[in-house]
């Protein structure tokens, strides 16, 4: 039977023989990731990956990789790059598989939300079936 402290104990020593890779796989291996979001988080690790190569990770060096790479995205781009990378430090912190030195010091980007609707399918019906509107701007309504 193992004590709290003697498991503590294993994952401290594991996390010193992990490097980034398999850190990046075990985060990635999460049963309760999407399909779609694990295909996201690979993409944007495979590149911190490539740029960190063997050199020890710190939160620094995770923000100079999206700053870096990404300072010229989207503000809905970069507030997905930045939430994977912090997704995956805090996921490192938690099961202390991989130590990452310092925090992560990326902030968020404000984005620009659209708040127009589209017309309901009924009401454009409703519209082009009018009569007393020329055929003319009917059809042109219509095709825009």
Known sequence: MTTASSRSALRLAAASEVDLAEAIDAF?????LAPTTRAKYRQTLAVIEDELGDAA???????????????????????????TV????????????????????????????????SIPAASLERLWER???DLRERTLW???
């Open 57 to 83: 990770v710190t939160g620094a060096g995770l923000a100079g990789v999206v700053a870096q790479r990404w300072h010229h995205a989207s503000p809905a781009t970069w507030n997905r790059h930045v939430a």
């Open 86 to 117: 912090r997704s995956f430090a805090r996921h490192c912190a938690r099961t202390r598989i991989l130590e990452i030195d310092g925090d992560v010091e990326l902030p968020r980007r404000a984005e620009k939300h659209d708040h127009t609707r």
């Open 142 to 144: 219509r095709l825009l």
């Open 28 to 32: 990635l291996s999460q049963p309760d």
């Open 131 to 133: 009569r007393d509107i």
